[in-house]
């Protein structure tokens, strides 16, 4: 993803179009602001983020946007901690939007959705070691409702993830759906515990792909048979990005599509051990959860 850096100034249509009331005391007017471009400070990273979605989505329709923001927000002050000045808060927003891989004849195509994002953060919380969950959630001003979780780390609210709704979009001039998160950093780092980790190298090998589709029991999740895929040790990750059941997936089961991603840490990977690592895995989803892999893939 790509970080963007915006103002902290913002307009009262860009709130509005986040769901801020203006005339709200929860919105933070300036007194006397130099344009009417500039007259609030944000209460969100929302706008920027979708506002800068939309200028990018102007220029190419044919590659996925996959931008967030780090920075901070204000709140109307909190009487409880005796403070004078706005409450300031560090926040993350991210918003992915357009086709999930650059088009190609041999990648398969569609959009990012509320699961692109989700991977994202997955990523994010695997890297800080943190459990969080996910919770249905239906009253965000500007998330689609049934398309929209709570991420909770323990019992604490730490943000939200989701799709974008229709007349969200249209206010911002986006085409095409799009889904966005935002994350309380400060929230995130008061519920984390303080931890000394160690770090390793970057690998300076390249990486080798393989597209899998999977004829699974439709009981089986997605997360076991990714935790098989990634107990093989070339495979630096693995990212779903296909369900599908009907036509040509016999009845009780479910096609589950990943891409797996190889990686050697003492060289670059041939066609061969590719082929050979991707039995092997091939091999081990069988035994242990009856999987098999679907014709054409």
């Known amino acids: 993803m790509r970080e963007t850096i915006s103002y902290s100034l913002v307009s009262a249509d860009m709130l509005e179009r986040v769901g801020v009331d203006t005339d709200d005391a929860s919105a933070l007017r300036i007194a006397n602001p130099m344009s009417s471009e500039f007259t609030h400070l944000r209460t969100s990273l929302r706008a920027s983020v979708l506002s800068t979605l939309s200028a990018n989505r102007r220029v190419s329709q044919t590659e996925g946007i996959r931008i967030y923001e780090i920075g ?3 709140l109307p002050k909190d009487e409880a901690r005796d403070r004078e000045l706005p409450d300031e808060r560090e926040m993350l927003v991210g918003v992915l939007c357009g086709p999930r891989f650059p088009t190609s004849w041999n990648t398969p195509q569609g959009d990012m959705g509320f699961y692109d994002g989700k ?51 249209q206010r911002f001039d986006i085409d095409g759906a799009a889904a966005m998160f935002e994350i309380d950093l400060e929230a995130l780092r008061a519920a ?25 029991d439709a009981e089986v999740t997605s997360a076991r048979i990714q ?54 895995i091939l091999q081990q989803l069988s035994r242990e959860l009856g999987v098999e892999l679907r014709e054409g893939s």
């Open 72 to 74: 901070s927000v204000y």
């Open 119 to 169: 991977g994202v953060l997955e990523s994010l919380f695997a890297e800080l070691r943190a459990e969080v969950r996910y919770e249905a959630h239906s009253s965000d001003p500007i998330l689609r409702r049934g398309r929209t979780a709570q991420i909770l780390y323990g019992n604490a609210p730490i943000g939200v993830i989701g799709e974008v709704s229709n007349p969200a979009l």
């Open 192 to 216: 984390l515990p303080e931890e000394t980790r160690q770090h390793t190298p970057a690998n300076p090998y390249p990486e080798a792909y393989r597209d899998l589709a999977l004829i699974v």
């Open 227 to 280: 935790t098989i895929i990634e107990r093989h040790r070339m495979v630096a990750r693995s990212i779903p990005f296909d369900i599908y059941a009907g036509e040509g997936v016999p009845e009780g089961k479910r096609s589950l599509a990943y891409r797996i991603v190889f990686q050697s840490p003492r060289g670059t990977l041939t066609s061969e051990q590719v082929d050979g690592y991707q039995s092997n």
